[in-house]
């Protein structure tokens, strides 16, 4: 009875064990779902190795049912990307049943010979996992791969299937061939040592994907901050220009109200008053000279956007000084917030598209806040609480890069859904 009960705590200990660290490597790539879907996926997970842990199941049954209980961990604990949430444990997964590949051959061959007790493999093959995540964990904040929106493709997936399969395939053929017990030992410890270099080749690769795509968004911010440089040039010379012709023309339109009033034309007089101010909101017109060049490109290139699709903005922009931010990361920053809030907008059916902009600048300090009106619900994710509601490969970046480069500046990016249909964003960083 005592070793029965021993033996079930062994499985309970080893089982959690298990858990904890698929845990401690998920979270550091995904974002955690919340709820009764997190509790159902992890449930499953420990009571299968719970049941597994007991080696009555064969090599068949137990990779196979690990397989879909990691697989539904990463589609019901997690959100994000699905090929991330399938990517991400599968890799996980290949490199757990290598290794336990290198602790039965490693202590066998070790050992003279003698037969390996499960348990034994079990507890050795979970001690080289924990080397294993904590190597990748110190990988990812070493090379900075974190929670990217970027979940990768079939390829990723073909990579540690094959391997498994390869290795499943050997293993067994190992087991029927006639020959040396202690060569096809040494043998099949090589081949599991190979392939999990295979495995872990997947991260740099990884890495060099988002570094691509994370050079391909700053590039395309580049050549948009050319454009709305020369967009702020061109309204610019038109306000001048206007200026210049208000000013030429201002003697004669002076004269003509003079005269309509003598005559107690009110009426015309208004008319000509009201067809003077509005050709000159149309022609030229800045709704931002911070002194800031980046600052006033992107809000006057908003407000051209927001008037041509009948978008209401609502301006409180204090005047900047030099700020100690790179022009590229202030453009991101707030370039995104701006593009997501007409999009946004856009979408919002009736008369009520709206844009609060507001910016100041005080002691050190650079606080930036950006509001619109939406339509439909917006899920706030976990983690980060950035909600996207962009979901193809290479989109969904735009908010973490934001979150990303107010850190960089030891600041902070919030997100908040107000009443009345209101989305907020609010950044606030150290550029003093």
């Known amino acids: 009875m005592m070793k029965t009960l021993g033996a079930a ?3 309970a200990v080893l089982s959690l064990y298990s858990s904890v660290l698929l845990k401690i490597y998920l979270d550091i790539f995904l974002h955690q779902a919340s709820g009764r879907r997190q509790t159902a996926g992890w449930f499953l997970f420990f009571t299968w190795q719970y049941l597994s842990e007991s080696g009555r199941y064969n090599e068949q049954i137990t990779l196979c049912f690990t397989f879909v209980s ?3 961990i990463g589609m019901a604990a997690y959100t994000g990307n699905w090929w991330k949430r399938c990517v991400f444990p599968v890799v996980y997964l290949a490199v757990w049943m290598l290794l336990e590949g290198v602790a039965a051959f490693g202590i066998g061959l070790a050992g003279g010979g003698v037969k390996t007790e499960f348990a034994m493999i079990s507890v050795v093959s979970k001690i080289l996992l924990l080397f294993f995540v904590l190597k990748v964990k110190s990988f990812s ?10 979940g990768g493709s079939i390829c990723f997936l073909a990579m540690p299937i094959a391997g498994m399969g390869l ?3 050997l293993y067994q053929f190992m087991n029927h061939v006639q020959g040396d017990y202690e060569q096809n ?13 295979m495995n872990l080749s997947f991260y740099p690769m990884y890495i060099q994907l988002i570094k691509g795509l994370h050079m391909k968004k700053s590039a395309n911010f580049y050549m948009k901050q050319l454009e709305l440089f020369r967009q702020e040039k061109q309204l610019e010379d038109n306000a001048v220009m206007e200026i210049r012709e208000l000013r030429h023309d201002m003697k004669q339109h002076l004269f003509l109200l003079n005269s309509l009033l003598q005559n107690g034309e009110i009426e015309a007089a208004r008319n000509m008053l009201e067809e003077l101010t509005r050709e000159t909101l149309e022609k030229g017109r800045l709704e931002s000279r911070t002194g800031n060049m980046v600052v006033d490109s ?3 290139h908003t407000w051209k956007t927001a008037k041509e699709k009948g978008i209401r903005l609502h301006l409180d922009i204090r005047p900047l000084p030099e700020l100690a931010i790179k022009d590229s990361d202030l453009c991101i920053l707030l370039g995104n917030a701006l593009d997501n809030a007409l999009e946004a907008s856009e979408q919002v059916q009736n008369s009520e598209k709206e844009i609060w902009i507001f910016a100041v600048y005080e002691k050190g300090y650079l606080l930036f806040q950006v509001k619109n009106r939406y339509e439909g619900e917006l899920r706030m994710s976990s983690g980060q609480r950035i909600p996207s509601r962009k979901r193809e490969a290479g989109h969904g970046f735009g908010l973490y890069s ?4 107010a850190k960089k500046y030891g600041g902070s990016m919030e997100v908040d859904l107000e009443e009345q249909g209101i989305f907020l964003v609010e950044i ?3 550029c003093g």
């Open 167 to 169: 290795y499943h395939t």
């Open 298 to 300: 992107l809000i006057n």
């Open 428 to 430: 606030l960083i150290c």
């Open 9 to 11: 705590a062994g499985c």
């Open 141 to 150: 904040m070493k090379m900075g791969l974190g929670r990217e929106p970027y």
């Open 185 to 197: 030992r040494l043998w099949m410890l090589v081949i599991a040592i190979a392939l999990i270099v």
């Open 70 to 72: 990691i697989i539904f």
């Open 402 to 405: 934001m979150d990303k480069i």
